[in-house]
């Protein structure tokens, strides 16, 4: 099956600082990527949604100049957690779509641990 | 985007058949059905996915009633490695749409 991949896997950084974490579809051409993030036992919220190319579409409360997401080629969307702070600390996981994907479904990556102290 | 309601646990025993339901009494008519299992720190996994009738893989069956208002995800003679929150969603057609999570079944196997 398709497969996505997310890197760092981990990452504890000081508040302040800046944080990008990538998707890639490694197989696949990626023509949107979805972006969620999860608490503790919690269940997935989407923050936005990303189409190769064009600007993406945040979700209601998402601070979009909080959360930075570039989707510059059909392989790969950045996000990035600017000024980081302690509450950014969370799961974050992509998902992508795309040329080859079965229909309706989404692939996802293994997901990135952000830890801000 | 349809609604999902799903048990918020369920505890069986290794070896027996589990029977998880979902209801999404709001589907759209182009919208499928598709389960996913999640392990603690780790991206949803993809389980099955139909529209209607039966669907069935080699690790799961998926039951879908006519009016499709409702799915039952079972997974046969479970192990402690099923072990996950399994989220029943349903969405569009295009891929393009995102897919909104419920708050899932903690499946808890116990041996």
């Known amino acids: 099956g398709a497969v996505v991949s997310q890197h760092p896997s981990r990452v504890i950084c000081k508040s302040g600082t800046s944080v990008k974490i990538e998707c890639r579809s490694l197989?696949?051409?990626?023509?949107?990527m979805f972006w969620y993030r999860q608490f503790p036992k919690k269940s997935l919220m989407l923050m936005a949604t990303?189409?190769?190319?064009?600007?993406?579409?945040?979700e209601q409360g998402v601070e979009k100049d909080k959360f930075l997401i570039n989707h510059a080629s059909l392989t790969l969307s950045t996000l990035t957690v600017t000024s980081a702070h302690p509450e950014d600390s969370s799961f974050y996981i992509c998902s992508a779509s795309g040329q080859g994907a079965a229909t309706g479904e989404l692939f996802f990556g293994e997901g990135s641990r952000l830890t801000v102290l | 985007l349809a609604k999902t309601t799903q048990p918020i646990s369920m505890d069986s025993y290794e070896g027996q058949e589990v029977n998880i339901t979902c209801s999404h009494n709001n589907i759209a008519t182009n919208d499928y059905i598709t389960w996913y299992q999640q392990f603690p720190s780790q991206g949803p996994r993809f389980i099955i996915q139909?529209?209607?009738t039966k669907v069935t893989n080699e690790v799961a069956s998926l039951f879908i009633p006519a009016d499709r208002k409702s799915s039952t995800l079972s997974l046969p003679r479970v192990s402690l490695s099923d072990t996950a929150v399994y989220y029943c969603l349903v969405g569009g057609f295009s891929g393009n749409t995102p897919l909104v999570f419920g708050k899932g079944t903690r499946l808890s196997v116990i041996a």
């Open positions: 990303s189409n190769e190319g064009s600007k993406a579409t945040y």
């Open positions: 197989d696949f051409q990626a023509t949107t």
């Open positions: 139909g529209y209607k």
